[in-house]
């Protein structure tokens, strides 16, 4: 079946670039997203690219796609101590809507 | 508004006892999903309605959960003779009417079983 993976932790130190990664193995994928859950809150959506861009780029966040090995990362720029959640790797495809384990995101002062 | 509404927010009950969580989707969305959170942990896929079917039940644990879905609007999940396992957080999220099927979720049911 539909697989989401990722690394469960990354620390990075404030001011710096944050590089979360995630593959999958649903070929059929239309849409792959990321979601952002902080302590004791929900699920949030954070940017989504459709499955025929490479990359997209909002503001801080840039979201790459690579569709032949099935990899996507989401790029944090000058991450902040407000930035610190569990981010969220998500897959849609023609069934449903899976999601990775989350990598949990901790910045260093 | 646009949210949708879990309850009971929190379930603390006695290990064998049967709960039920339900979900309002509030403004009525076609497609409606059910995950659950483990403490730590991701979430789990349980199942999906598009409309009141339900398409996808691959991701019920066992065949004390189940899940229905009326008027293409509140759907309810029940668990039966509860185990302690099942103790976690059960998000309910409702998808888009856009093309990028973007989920909106819930603030989840936090189940508790002792």
């Known amino acids: 079946g539909e697989d989401v993976e990722q690394s469960l932790f990354l620390s990075v130190r404030e001011g710096d670039s944050s590089v979360i990664n995630c593959t999958y193995t649903?070929?059929?994928?239309?849409?792959l997203y990321w979601y952002k859950q902080e302590p004791g809150a929900g699920l949030q959506l954070l940017t989504y690219?459709?499955?025929?861009?490479d990359m997209k780029q909002d503001q801080r966040l840039t979201v790459l796609l690579n569709k032949k090995d099935k990899h996507l990362s989401l790029r944090i720029a000058d991450t902040q101590t407000g930035d610190s959640a569990i981010y969220f790797c998500?897959?849609?495809?023609?069934?449903?809507?899976?999601f990775g384990s989350g990598t949990r995101l901790s910045i260093r002062p | 508004g646009a949210g949708v509404s879990q309850s009971p927010s929190n379930k603390v009950t006695e290990k064998g006892k049967d709960v039920e969580l339900r979900c309002d989707p509030i403004?009525?969305?076609?497609?409606l999903y059910w995950y659950r959170q483990r403490l730590g942990q991701g979430l789990e896929f349980l199942i999906y309605?598009?409309?009141?079917?339900?398409?996808?039940k691959s991701g019920l644990p066992s065949d004390r959960f189940s899940a229905e879905r009326t008027g293409e609007s509140v759907s309810t999940l029940t668990i039966q003779r509860t185990q302690q396992e099942d103790s976690a957080v059960y998000l309910c999220?409702?998808?888009?009417?856009?093309?990028?099927?973007?989920?909106?979720f819930g603030a989840g049911s936090r189940l508790t079983v002792l």
């Open positions: 998500a897959d849609s495809s023609a069934s449903k809507i899976i």
């Open positions: 649903d070929s059929s994928s239309t849409y």
């Open positions: 690219i459709f499955s025929n861009m």
């Open positions: 403004s009525g969305h076609t497609a």
């Open positions: 309605f598009q409309g009141n079917s339900a398409p996808d």
């Open positions: 999220a409702k998808q888009g009417a856009g093309g990028a099927n973007v989920l909106t």
